[in-house]
C-alpha cells in the first residue's frame, strides 16, 4: 500500500529530531528555515516538543530580504551589526541549544545584480561577529544538522521542465528517498548507512594516510590531466564519516543525507591542480566549471567559465584560498546516480568528492579539543571567516592514498571506493 507523503514527511522530520539532532529532553532548539517551510518547521517544533524540548525558536529567513538589504541600504550602514544578535548567539552556546538549518536554494537570479563585494562584505561582519557562534558548530559543542525542504524556486531549478506541483512533488520524493525514509525501517537504515561510512574512516585511519592524491588523467584544453591534486593532510589526522559526537557523547548526524567521509587537510601541504565538476554557491552566486592551482597550500592562480568576479571577492576573505576540508564521495552514491544537479551544496556536496575552502574542522585532528587557537593554527588548522565547498569528483577520477610508511593504497578507481576499502 502506498504511503502517503504526509507521513513520510512526518517520518522525516521524526528521524530529523532523533537522529539528524538526537535532541535531549530539556534542550532548546534554534531553527533555520524559509518562509516557505512554515508547515515543515511546525511538524519539526511538534516533534520537537514530544522529544521532550525545553523550547524552540525559528529564524526565518528570505532572500528578498536579504536582497534588498545588499541593493538598497546606505553603504555606511552595512557596517551595523545589532549587539542582540550577538547576546542571543552567545546564549545559545553557553545554553548548548541545539542548531537546526533547513535550505532550500533561493530564485537563481535572486542575487544576480547585486555587487560581489557588498555581499563579501556583509557576509564578513556578521562572520566576524558571530564567529564563536560557528567555531560552536564546526567543533561539535552542541548537536547541528543540516536537511532539505523543498520550495517552489527549488524544485523548479531541479525540475525545470515540470509544472511547479509536479516539480515539488518529485523534489519532495527525491529528498526523502535520499534521506533513507522509503526503507521500511528508516532509522536502521541511518544506522547501517553509518557503520558503512565509518568503515572507510577506519580504513584511512588504519593505514595512516597521510597525503591524498586527486587525478583525473582525461586531457584538459592545454593537454595536462584535468585534475592533478596533491593535498597533505595534518600529522595527526582524524577521518569523519556519517554520526559526530559533542564531547559529553552525544551522537548527531550533521548533514541528512550524508554520503562523504572527510577530514582536515594542512593549510600548507596542497599542491597542483584541480578542476570542479558541479556548481558551487559562494554567497548565494553560482561559480562554474572552475580551476584552482595551489602553490604551498595556497591558490596562486584561478578561473571560472561562470562567476569570476564572485572567486575575485570570495578570495579576498582571509583564509578563503587555503583548504579546511577534503572528502571522499563514492559516484554511486544516491545523489550522484540521481542524475539531477540539486544548486544546493548540502545535496551536490554528497554527489561526488568534493573540497571547502576557508574555515577547518577541528574535530579532523587528533586531540583538537584540547587545543588552543594557536596550537591549532601550528598544526596545521585553517582559520577563515567562511567555508564553501566546490565540488571535484568525476566517473574518471583516481584517488591514491599515500601512507605514513610510505606505501601508496588505492582508494578510489574510476570514481569508486576500492575493494579492499569497502573491506571485501
Known sequence: ????????????????????????????????????????????????????????????????????????????????????????????????????????????????????????????????????????????????????????????????????????????????????????????????????????ATFMAQNQVRSIRYLDSTPAPDGKPMTDLLVGLTDRPVWIGGSSSTPTGVEFQPNMPTEEVFTTPHNGRTEGWVRTSKPAFPFEREVADAYFRFEQGEIVEFHAATGQDVLEQFFQIPGARRLGEISLVDVRSPVNESGLTFHETLFDENAVCHMAFGEAYPEGLEGSATLSPEELHAAGVNESDTHVDFMIGTPTMQVIGRCLDGRAVTIMHDGRFSDEVLGR
Request: charged share 20%; with cysteine; aromatic share 10%.
Open 1 to 200: 500500500m502506498a504511503v502517503s507523503l504526509q507521513h513520510q514527511q512526518e517520518q522525516y522530520a521524526e528521524l530529523i529530531v532523533k537522529v539528524g539532532l538526537n535532541l535531549q529532553p530539556g534542550q532548546c532548539l534554534r531553527i533555520g528555515a524559509d518562509l516557505e517551510h512554515q508547515e515543515f518547521v511546525r511538524l519539526i517544533s511538534k516533534t520537537a516538543y514530544q522529544a521532550g524540548a525545553r523550547y524552540v525558536q525559528v529564524d526565518w529567513m528570505d532572500a528578498q530580504l536579504a536582497r534588498n538589504y545588499m541593493r538598497y541600504a546606505q553603504a555606511d550602514y552595512l557596517d551595523y551589526f545589532p549587539a542582540y544578535e550577538i547576546a542571543r548567539h552567545r546564549q545559545m552556546v553557553d545554553e548548548g541549544w541545539a542548531r537546526l538549518a533547513l535550505v532550500g536554494a533561493p530564485a537563481s537570479d535572486t542575487f544576480k545584480d547585486v555587487d560581489p563585494a557588498v555581499m563579501r562584505r556583509v557576509a564578513g561582519l556578521r562572520a566576524k561577529n558571530l564567529k564563536f557562534y560557528s567555531q560552536a558548530v564546526m567543533s561539535n559543542q552542541i548537536q547541528w544538522c543540516v536537511a532539505g525542504v523543498p520550495t517552489l524556486d527549488w524544485a523548479q531549478q531541479v525540475f525545470p521542465d515540470q509544472p511547479t506541483d509536479a516539480a515539488m512533488s518529485q523534489l519532495w520524493q527525491v529528498i526523502l528517498q535520499m534521506c533513507r525514509i522509503d526503507q521500511a525501517e528508516p532509522v536502521a537504515a541511518w544506522q547501517q548507512h553509518n557503520r558503512n561510512l565509518k568503515r572507510v
